[in-house]
């Protein structure tokens, strides 16, 4: 199985960049992980939010790959301990799914055609976080579920 984090526009913080590349790094140890980038919009101040929800939106959509499992990463979705988000990838896994996409969107969040072809949605916290501080949350947190899945001693119960 092949999981996809696929997120709106490069990371401008160099700290954030370099956190969420120590887990992408990890990661590769344990899964086939892509780490994917949208280009962010041109001349988004002449764009209104909903405007430039659907275009990121239709990028997200084409660069999906067709029978992908869609999980947004949207503040509300569901919420899991880091154990039982570990037993959710496990389900994915044997599930027999081929591609799994979690997908962050951009500062305005998703287009409603995204959420149409969403099969669920995850959220990390009832707290709010940039959709750059995303990125390093998620990497570390499924950098943990293979850690929890491999039984190593990473995670302290």
Known sequence: MKITLLVVGK????????????????????????????????NTKAMSEAEQKQREGELILKTVP???????????GGEYTSVEFSQKISAYMNSGQKNVVFIIGGPYGFSPDVYKAAHEKLSLSKMTFSHQMVRAIFAEQL??????????????S
Not at 15 to 38: A, C, G, M
Not at 66 to 76: P, Q, Y
Not at 143 to 156: D, F, N, Q, S
Request: glycine residues 4%; negative net charge.
């Open 66 to 76: 067709a029978g992908s499992r869609i999980v947004l990463l949207d503040e509300k």
């Open 143 to 156: 950098y943990r579920a293979m850690t929890i899945l491999k039984g190593e001693p990473y995670h302290h």
């Open 11 to 42: 990371t401008t913080d160099t700290l954030v960049e370099s956190l969420t590349n120590v887990y992408i790094k990890r990661l590769e140890h344990y899964l086939d992980f892509q780490f994917q980038v949208i280009p962010e919009l041109k």
